[in-house]
């Protein structure tokens, strides 16, 4: 009878060392558990890109809390339980992260500020030319942030960034000479530059009567003499008229690009007799296949005043091959071959007196 007690008390010793056991282990791994600092608000906080404030907020800890982080854009303040954020104004078009790392005693905690980049949806200034009296010229743009920077070359103009805008003021042109300058802008990484001309045809007395002279014929031996008259148009655009012999025709949408009046290529301007006439280049003495030569641009006419105040444009065909001719075809829609009437080289134009 003794050696069963004596089993069952050995066996209740063996139980007890195993459950004491199993609770100093368990208690041990409770007491490894790391403490953390829990993020109470403003956690993965967003800023936008131009920058700005805000706070992240943690439960309370014991001990004194600290908040780090490797990214020099993001600065942080603490005060108790409260991390204040505050971030630099960013140019890129990509997001970007700091990682934000906070230690209270043995809690620790991590976080992430995140702040936008640049994102730009439509913004396409394009060249400006105006007459002489002062005005301001507005360029629309859609972004997530107001960034845009801008600034001009010359004093008579100003580039005022507006939260929507780049509002472009123009000053008088009081000697209504001719003047350009050049803006420059940028929205974060993106950037260009677009011309600002002032100018008026009218007051400059180029609009009347003008000569255009070249040399055509065979072997371009003999001159000719066409009379043009400049016109404004009451929608404000120019037309350009030529008559030589039985040819009357008119270029229309005529443009003046800084110092260079533009003749529209390609398109038809009028009749000659039963033909239809078109501008255009094209090699060769004879006929030439409209979809064989150049029909797009302009014929650019480089406008200069003279000492004695007259007008004198000579034309810039640098960029074209083939010679400057009116091209004649007996359909609007040029089918078929044309048949030559008039080729011109060494093409210059004079401003008659009015």
Request: with cysteine; hydrophobic share 40%; aromatic share 10%.
């Amino acid at each position: 009878m003794k050696k069963c007690m004596t089993v069952l008390l050995a066996g209740a010793a063996a139980a007890a060392a195993l459950l004491t056991a199993c609770q100093d282990k368990n208690q041990g791994y409770i007491l490894n558990v790391p403490k953390t600092v829990d993020v109470v608000s403003g956690a993965d906080i967003a800023f936008k890109a131009i920058g700005g404030e805000g706070d992240i907020e943690v439960a309370p800890v014991e001990g004194t809390l600290t908040a780090t982080t490797a990214q020099s854009w993001c600065h942080l303040t603490v005060n108790g339980t409260r991390i204040h954020v505050k971030t630099d104004p960013y140019t890129g078009l990509e997001s970007r992260y700091a990682k934000v790392e906070m230690k209270a005693g043995d809690a620790t905690g991590v976080t992430i500020v995140h702040q936008y980049g640049i994102i730009v949806r439509t913004f396409s200034p394009a060249d400006v030319t105006v007459k002489n009296p002062a005005q301001d010229v507005t360029f629309y743009y859609d972004a997530n942030e107001t960034m845009i920077e801008a600034s001009a070359d010359a004093d008579w103009l100003t580039a005022i960034a507006e939260k929507d805008s780049l509002r472009i003021r123009i000053s008088e042109n009081v000697s209504k000479e001719y003047r350009e300058a050049t803006v420059r802008w940028n929205i974060g990484e993106m950037k260009g530059t677009f011309s600002v001309v002032q100018f008026d045809m009218a007051e400059a007395g180029l609009l009347g009567k003008w000569n255009m002279h070249g040399m055509g014929g065979s072997g371009f031996r003999t001159p000719y003499d066409l009379e043009g008259t400049l016109a404004e148009t009451d929608d404000g655009s120019y037309t350009f008229r030529l008559v030589l012999q039985t040819m009357d025709v008119t270029f229309r949408n005529v443009r003046l690009d800084r110092n260079r009046l533009l003749l529209p290529l390609g398109d038809c301007i009028g009749k000659r007799n039963d033909y239809f006439v078109f501008p255009l280049f094209g090699n060769g003495t004879t006929t030439v296949m409209y979809e064989n030569a150049t029909t797009t641009g302009a014929l650019p006419m480089v406008l200069a005043k003279q000492e004695d105040g007259h007008w004198h444009a000579d034309a810039d065909v640098s960029g074209f091959e083939g010679n400057f001719r009116f091209e004649m075809w007996r359909t609007e829609d040029h089918e078929g071959n044309s048949a030559t009437r008039l080729m011109l080289r060494d093409i210059y134009m004079d401003k008659l007196e009015d």
